[in-house]
């Protein structure tokens, strides 16, 4: 008790200290490697989805895998971190005492912090125990949520996944999920499209022109060679117990394995996550949402076109629902696929768009620091995007013109999209939208010599806009 006072103390006297070890709240929202309960406080929510004058007839659902081990090209680096760390407990050893520091309490986690030999190039990328104890929960989910389309009968189901392990592995968490029987006696209805749900991965020409291309990292590039940046290189240093500045790499590899050890087991205290302040975290956070807003958002005007054939698998599957006079089966379309598929797919349905587009130098404008784009809130692991068919009374107290509304939900909650209303979207708007899109889905530019428009021709339209937003 003592010792936790003394950490108190320690913590509120320094403002500009981090302290993992002491109450504080912390920054939890780590961009693409956020825990979905970071995100998603209700979870598991057990209250069926309810619209009034309305039922729901069918789920077209997108699912990102839960929690992972440290990919292949990941672990030499991370590895790394143990001899690093015997630096640092070496520094506060032999006396430092500059500011600003870690405290007593995170000096002592670091010292017992040790590397998981589970974590090797047998179970790189794989699930964690936690990602797939967070899938199932995922799946039990939703079926609180729509107990009349995720049911027990099979042939209500119809499963979209690549054939690697990680997307085996979710869909055998979700289905246990679902079932609460192990899924292989189950034999589910289930496709194999890798090139529906890894979009990203099947486009050499996006690859090429956007995907590796230095270009699309100019702004992020901007972003981090601030003399802010800089400045902030030199406090996590300090916290470290070094006098000159560290590499930028080994900060990289810190915060990523802060975010994977808040993602493994959210209530355990990262010694790592004690190297950053609050706004040191925010920091990294926007660095890595500039780098998607590029690459896979609004930044680019060719990567939302990645997305048309999973609009267009939505869209076949609800108009065979709407257009059939007798129910049809399956009623739950399910897709396990990546941070990009959700990305992507969120950027083509026009959902999180700011009037202003995200830059190296307006991290500190009001827009930005509420901005929609968010790799946290659009991408964390177990992240998803739900399309939901109700069939409706049009002739009610409900103001509904059509028979058929969609509700669009990201992680569960109902998204802000420009053709709806407060969510629900009347089918002819959804039609006139998202039909367009499926009708003109085209990927040949995928394997054209020609480069794409990337974020070249656009950044000059980016000045433009941007100057006219600040004036
Ligand atoms: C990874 O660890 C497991 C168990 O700890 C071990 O069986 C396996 O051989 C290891 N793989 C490699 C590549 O070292
Ligand atoms: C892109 O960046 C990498 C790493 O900074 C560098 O090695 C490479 O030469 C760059 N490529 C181009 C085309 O500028
Ligand atoms: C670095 O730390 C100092 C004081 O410890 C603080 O005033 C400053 O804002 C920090 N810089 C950044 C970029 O966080």
């Given at each position: 008790?003592?010792?936790?006072?003394?950490?108190?103390?320690?913590?509120?006297?320094?403002?500009?200290?981090?302290?993992?070890?002491?109450?504080?709240?912390?920054?939890?929202?780590?961009?693409?490697?956020?825990?979905?309960?970071?995100?998603?406080?209700?979870?598991?929510?057990?209250?069926?989805?309810?619209?009034?004058?309305?039922?729901?007839?069918?789920?077209?659902?997108?699912?990102?895998?839960?929690?992972?081990?440290?990919?292949?090209?990941?672990?030499?680096?991370?590895?790394?971190?143990?001899?690093?760390?015997?630096?640092?407990?070496?520094?506060?050893?032999?006396?430092?005492?500059?500011?600003?520091?870690?405290?007593?309490?995170?000096?002592?986690?670091?010292?017992?912090?040790?590397?998981?030999?589970?974590?090797?190039?047998?179970?790189?990328?794989?699930?964690?125990?936690?990602?797939?104890?967070?899938?199932?929960?995922?799946?039990?989910?939703?079926?609180?949520?729509?107990?009349?389309?995720?049911?027990?009968?099979?042939?209500?189901?119809?499963?979209?996944?690549?054939?690697?392990?990680?997307?085996?592995?979710?869909?055998?968490?979700?289905?246990?999920?679902?079932?609460?029987?192990?899924?292989?006696?189950?034999?589910?209805?289930?496709?194999?499209?890798?090139?529906?749900?890894?979009?990203?991965?099947?486009?050499?020409?996006?690859?090429?022109?956007?995907?590796?291309?230095?270009?699309t990292l100019r702004q992020r590039d901007i972003f981090e060679s601030k003399h802010e940046w800089e400045d902030m290189v030199a406090n996590i240093s300090s916290r470290l117990g070094f006098t000159y500045n560290i590499d930028r790499s080994i900060i990289k590899d810190i915060y990523q394995m802060c975010r994977y050890n808040k993602a493994w087991d959210i209530t355990q205290i990262s010694p790592?996550?004690?190297?950053?302040?609050?706004?040191?975290?925010?920091?990294?956070?926007?660095?890595?949402?500039?780098?998607?807003?590029?690459?896979?958002?609004?930044?680019?005007?060719?990567?939302?076109?990645?997305?048309?054939?999973?609009?267009?698998?939505?869209?076949?599957?609800?108009?065979?629902?709407?257009?059939?006079?007798?129910?049809?089966?399956?009623?739950?379309?399910?897709?396990?696929?990546?941070?990009?598929?959700?990305?992507?797919?969120?950027?083509?349905?026009?959902?999180?768009?700011?009037?202003?587009?995200?830059?190296?130098?307006?991290?500190?404008?009001v827009p930005t620091q509420n901005r929609k784009w968010s790799s946290s809130v659009a991408s964390p692991f177990n992240g998803n995007l739900a399309a939901v068919l109700y069939k409706c009374n049009p002739n009610g107290n409900f103001g509904y013109k059509d028979r058929h509304q969609i509700l669009f939900l990201q992680n569960e909650q109902t998204m802000d999209l420009p053709f709806c209303k407060?969510?629900?979207?009347?089918?002819?708007?959804?039609?006139?939208?998202?039909?367009?899109?499926?009708?003109?889905?085209?990927?040949?530019?995928?394997?054209?010599?020609?480069?794409?428009?990337?974020?070249?021709?656009?950044?000059?339209?980016?000045?433009?806009?941007?100057?006219?937003?600040?004036?």
């Amino acid at each position: 008790m003592r010792w936790c006072l003394l950490l108190l103390a320690l913590a509120s006297a320094r403002g500009q200290d981090t302290c993992q070890s002491s109450p504080e709240p912390q920054y939890l929202l780590f961009g693409t490697k956020t825990a979905y309960n970071y995100v998603n406080r209700n979870l598991p929510n057990l209250n069926p989805q309810n619209i009034p004058g309305c039922q729901a007839k069918a789920i077209w659902l997108l699912n990102r895998h839960g929690a992972t081990n440290p990919e292949a090209d990941e672990l030499p680096q991370l590895q790394h971190l143990t001899a690093f760390r015997d630096n640092v407990v070496k520094n506060y050893n032999n006396g430092y005492d500059k500011e600003p520091r870690m405290c007593l309490g995170d000096q002592s986690l670091l010292a017992r912090w040790g590397w998981i030999p589970r974590q090797n190039l047998t179970f790189a990328g794989d699930l964690t125990t936690n990602g797939y104890m967070g899938t199932q929960e995922l799946a039990q989910s939703w079926v609180s949520r729509y107990p009349s389309l995720l049911t027990d009968n099979k042939h209500d189901y119809l499963f979209k996944f690549a054939k690697d392990k990680r997307s085996l592995e979710s869909f055998h968490a979700f289905t246990a999920g679902l079932f609460r029987s192990r899924p292989e006696d189950l034999e589910l209805p289930q496709v194999n499209d890798e090139t529906l749900v890894m979009p990203d991965k099947f486009c050499p020409t996006w690859s090429r022109d956007i995907g590796d291309s230095n270009e699309t990292l100019r702004q992020r590039d901007i972003f981090e060679s601030k003399h802010e940046w800089e400045d902030m290189v030199a406090n996590i240093s300090s916290r470290l117990g070094f006098t000159y500045n560290i590499d930028r790499s080994i900060i990289k590899d810190i915060y990523q394995m802060c975010r994977y050890n808040k993602a493994w087991d959210i209530t355990q205290i990262s010694p790592w996550c004690s190297a950053f302040s609050r706004e040191d975290l925010r920091r990294f956070e926007y660095s890595e949402d500039l780098e998607t807003f590029y690459k896979y958002g609004y930044g680019s005007e060719t990567s939302p076109k990645l997305a048309c054939p999973l609009i267009k698998d939505m869209m076949d599957f609800f108009h065979k629902h709407v257009d059939a006079n007798v129910p049809q089966q399956p009623v739950s379309q399910i897709l396990f696929g990546e941070a990009p598929a959700l990305l992507l797919l969120t950027g083509a349905l026009g959902g999180r768009r700011d009037d202003a587009p995200l830059t190296g130098d307006n991290f500190h404008t009001v827009p930005t620091q509420n901005r929609k784009w968010s790799s946290s809130v659009a991408s964390p692991f177990n992240g998803n995007l739900a399309a939901v068919l109700y069939k409706c009374n049009p002739n009610g107290n409900f103001g509904y013109k059509d028979r058929h509304q969609i509700l669009f939900l990201q992680n569960e909650q109902t998204m802000d999209l420009p053709f709806c209303k407060v969510g629900l979207c009347e089918w002819p708007d959804v039609k006139v939208r998202l039909g367009e899109i499926a009708d003109k889905c085209n990927l040949d530019f995928c394997n054209g010599a020609a480069s794409i428009s990337g974020v070249v021709g656009l950044s000059l339209g980016l000045v433009a806009f941007f100057v006219r937003y600040l004036f």
